[in-house]
């Protein structure tokens, strides 16, 4: 009964900005490592951006690093990423991913186009 539903995409021109959402039930969210993925057609899926629960770490990819943030509010069970100076190359479908009870979880994604 693991859902997640991510929101917040849209068309936006080079340099700027968008936040993500991702609203997540049905598994214990607060003891769960979330990460942000992304897909292009005719390129191969990249992790983006993680954050795990054990000392509150985080990851990203080379390509975002210092562009995109990960966050998360255990409270209302949502992990964001806030993405700043977006370049063309950015555009893809973003999920968010989850592991949970030893089986992988995505959700449907949301479209991020820069032009």
């Known amino acids: 009964d693991v859902q997640l539903v991510e929101s917040g995409g849209g068309l936006v021109q080079p340099g700027g900005s968008l936040t993500l959402s991702c609203a997540a039930s049905?598994?214990?969210?607060?003891?769960?490592?979330m990460s942000w993925v992304r897909q292009a057609p005719g390129r191969e899926r990249e992790g983006v951006a993680s954050?795990?629960?054990?000392?509150?770490?985080?990851y990203y990819a080379t390509s975002v690093k210092g562009r995109f943030t990960i966050s998360r509010d255990n409270a209302k069970n949502t992990v964001y990423l806030q993405m700043n100076s977006l370049k063309p190359e950015d555009t893809a479908m973003y999920y968010c991913?989850?592991?949970?009870?030893?089986?992988?979880?995505w959700g449907q994604g949301t479209q991020v186009t820069v032009s």
């Open positions: 991913r989850t592991i949970t009870c030893g089986r992988l979880y």
């Open positions: 049905g598994f214990t969210f607060s003891q769960s490592d």
């Open positions: 954050i795990y629960t054990v000392g509150g770490s985080t």
